[in-house]
């Protein structure tokens, strides 16, 4: 009787071995689940970078879950809650508004979550930062237009003003910019935010710029390639438009375009597949418990207080000049969608 219990409770101890490890090989097994939280999918950029994001999630074994929170910062910090409500192992954030986005970092961070803060600053100590420099993007967009045009009347026009984002490239093109108004070279016009990066408020701006100095406008510095958009639209009018640089930011297709026909100067191609798959590989790595390899330096904002561990990624500066080699040889666009509006006898070669 003895030897037959001892016999069973040496077969269930067996049993209960076996099944602890099975279900500790399926809990190994997890495959990692990367939330990500979209500002609003209506800006080309991000929509674009979704698709990327997947790819690259599923490639490294991870499964992703977005939102798009249509440019309602608040809208943001429920479905952020959403997402650490079912689970997400790390938590990517495109901030509508950096401040605000904050209380999101911070829930998901007490519940044990890592935070990545996607191209634009969460002012949270504990998010990592992955971007481009910033600074150095409005460097190189000031620096074009001010090789074509050193003097003259110039309109600025700003991103988000609740976008730390904003502020960084506005430093940039201070650098360049500032120099030049002290000595008197530059008269700064206008100076205009545009509420969520928007197109329609930098037509409005130049409109009224050019109105107000009689159309005695010969640069704009728009922030990025949508103010870039709407900053030609209104310069089409009085005949401007291809006459006054601009710049912009981010490769979008319709900004590649319009340098191919010549209505825009510059625009700062950030690869956004570099950030994106760079932003997956460190989600990956944090869901495991590691620290990003990628992390090269640190952002600081002095006025919140907040220093973060960041991942900075470089930038290149496109004219008409490289623009092909850029864009096209480097596969981000084809020939036929940049040059579409371009007489084919013109295209490059």
């Given at each position: 009787?003895?030897r037959?219990?001892?016999?069973n409770?040496?077969?269930?101890l067996?049993?209960s ?6 279900v ?8 990692p ?8 999918l209506?800006?080309?950029r991000?929509?674009r970078?979704?698709?990327i ?5 599923h ?11 249509n ?14 409500a ?33 191209d634009?600053?969460?002012f949270?100590?504990d998010?990592?930062y992955?971007?481009f420099?910033s600074?150095r993007?409005?460097?190189e ?19 988000s ?5 904003a ?7 201070f650098?360049v910019?500032?120099?030049l108004i ?9 100076e ?10 930098a ?24 103010t870039a958009?709407?900053a030609v ?5 009085p005949?401007?438009?291809?006459k006054?640089?601009v ?11 319009r340098i191919?026909?010549?209505?825009q100067?510059?625009?700062?191609f950030?690869?956004?597949r570099?950030?994106?798959r760079?932003?997956m590989?460190a ?9 990003p ?10 006025e ?6 960041a ?9 008409k000049?490289?623009l092909?080699?850029?864009i096209v ?9 940049v ?5 084919r006898?013109?295209w490059?070669?």
């Amino acid at each position: 009787m003895k030897r037959s219990f001892s016999r069973n409770l040496f077969v269930c101890l067996v049993l209960s071995v076996v099944l602890v490890a099975g279900v500790s090989g399926l809990a190994a097994a997890k495959r990692p689940l990367i939330g990500v939280s979209i500002r609003s999918l209506s800006e080309e950029r991000w929509a674009r970078e979704t698709v990327i994001m997947e790819e690259v999630a599923h490639e490294l074994g991870a499964d992703i879950m977005f939102t798009d929170a249509n440019h309602d910062e608040t809208v943001q910090n429920s479905q952020i809650e959403n997402l650490i409500a079912r689970g997400v192992d790390v938590l990517v954030i495109i901030a509508q508004n950096s401040d605000a986005a904050v209380m999101g970092a911070q829930m998901a961070i007490e519940e044990g979550i890592p935070v990545i803060a996607y191209d634009v600053a969460v002012f949270h100590p504990d998010a990592i930062y992955l971007s481009f420099d910033s600074v150095r993007v409005g460097y190189e967009m000031a620096k074009a237009v001010v090789e074509m045009v050193p003097k003259g009347n110039y309109l600025w026009l700003g991103g988000s003003p609740t976008d730390d984002n904003a502020y960084l490239v506005r430093e940039g093109h201070f650098q360049v910019l500032q120099p030049l108004i002290d000595k008197g070279d530059i008269i700064l016009v206008a100076e205009q935010w545009c509420s969520a990066w928007s197109p329609q408020e930098a037509m409005m701006h130049t409109e009224n710029a050019l109105v107000a100095n009689n159309d005695k406008i010969d640069a704009v510095v728009a922030s990025n390639d949508g103010t870039a958009g709407g900053a030609v639209q209104a310069l089409l009018e009085p005949g401007l438009a291809g006459k006054v640089p601009v710049s912009g930011q981010d490769a979008d297709l319709a900004a590649c375009q319009r340098i191919a026909e010549g209505t825009q100067t510059v625009t700062i191609f950030k690869d956004v597949r570099i950030l994106a798959r760079t932003a997956m590989e460190a989600a990956v790595e944090l869901a495991h418990g590691k620290r990003p390899t990628a992390i090269n330096g640190t952002y600081k904002n002095e006025e919140r207080g907040v220093e973060q561990d960041a991942i900075l990624l470089d930038v290149v500066a496109v004219t008409k000049d490289n623009l092909y080699e850029v864009i096209v040889q480097g596969g981000f666009h084809s020939l036929e969608d940049v040059y579409k509006n371009v007489p084919r006898s013109e295209w490059p070669q």
